[in-house]
């Protein structure tokens, strides 16, 4: 049975649709913290790039993004955001048909649905299974009659496995396991099998077939996108082809439609998936997604200690900034563990450390 589970910490939700003991999709959403995926803006070309395709353009935050088409330098246009910022690159935007928005400067017209009700969307009939009441305040109005109260979103399995999300790693069918390198050009997925004797009756060809529907999970899972490049596991260079079309039918349920373009010459798997929010891990790895993991972890850690006392965080300038443009996920923090949250600049921590004291 298909269930949509809500984990709820401050600033974050983590939602997760399992069907059984199988995770089938996942999506953070941080209300404080929007990646402008979606969004509906009346920007203003600053420099033509015809090369390119498109023309540059500012928006009202004074923050830059590519729009597709040509337009005249100077115009104002109103523009949907079709990827947010990612990969070392800014928004890209396409032009919105139909009477322009009213206005002389930029400005956000519209907001463009949330990671949960693009969920919500994707599955009507599920409820939508919540553990924390601070989440109903966020929730859109027209989500409220699906909520439902549990006592505990997330149990210690889909806890784990969530996890493993934010690790290089995951482990397949059959035995094998995929190691997972972001580029900046391209995702490297390396296919592996640690223990090919153990399998004697099911040849490398199978095996790998057999765990392409995993895999693409893993993919659509993490959101990873652009080119992705996969190696397989233990099949001759001359068999590899013929792998593309088991491939390709293990992402027909992808929403964002992958397509499968064939082997290099090298037995490379090649694939392309449609760029839209940024993927996990750069969600992960980000000032805010560093933020938020820390208030989380020491919410969750907090077990024995009495309410109350001088909460300090200390964490680098960028970690520190992103939760200090995010105060309501320090409002929800300071109720949760009963005083305000104290942030600390440490110019010589990395953003992916941190140090608590209560």
Known sequence: MKECRIAWSPGEARIAVCDGDDLIDFALWRPGMPDGYGDTHLVRVQKAAPALGGAFVTLADHSTGFLTGTHQEGALTAARVTRSAQNGKGLRLKPVSGKAPEGDTPRLVAYGPTPLEDIAARYPDLSLCCDDPALMAQIPAALKP????????????????????????????????????????????????????????????????????????????????????????????????????????????????????????????????????????????????????????????????????????????????????????????????????????MPDYPDAYWSFAP
């Not at 059959?174 to 640690?194: F, Q, S």
Request: proline share 8%; glycine share 8%; net charge positive.
């Open 146 to 345: 699906r909520i439902e109260r549990v006592p505990q979103a997330f149990d210690a399995v889909l806890e784990a496995y969530c996890d493993e999300l934010a690790t290089p790693q995951a482990t397949l069918p059959n035995g094998l396991r995929a190691t997972i390198t972001p580029t900046p050009a391209l995702t490297a997925i390396d296919l592996d099998d640690p223990s090919p004797d153990q399998r004697r009756q099911m040849d490398g060809f199978t095996a790998n077939r057999n765990a392409f529907p995993a895999l693409a999970r893993e993919i659509s899972l993490r959101n990873l996108s652009g080119a992705i490049l996969i190696d397989p596991a233990g099949v001759p260079l001359r068999k590899r082809p013929a792998l593309g079309s088991f491939l390709a039918a293990a992402f027909a349920d992808d929403p964002m439609q992958p397509k499968m373009l064939g082997a290099t010459s090298l037995g490379l798997l090649e694939v392309v998936r449609v760029r839209g929010r940024a993927p996990l891990h750069e969600a992960l790895a980000s000032p805010g997604g560093r933020g938020l993991s820390a208030l989380r972890q020491i919410l969750r850690d907090r077990s024995g200690r009495k309410a109350g006392g001088t909460p300090v965080l200390r964490a680098s300038l960028g970690v520190v900034r992103a939760l200090e443009a995010d105060p309501e996920a320090l409002a929800q923090f300071a109720l949760c563990w009963g005083a305000s949250l104290t942030l600390t600049m």
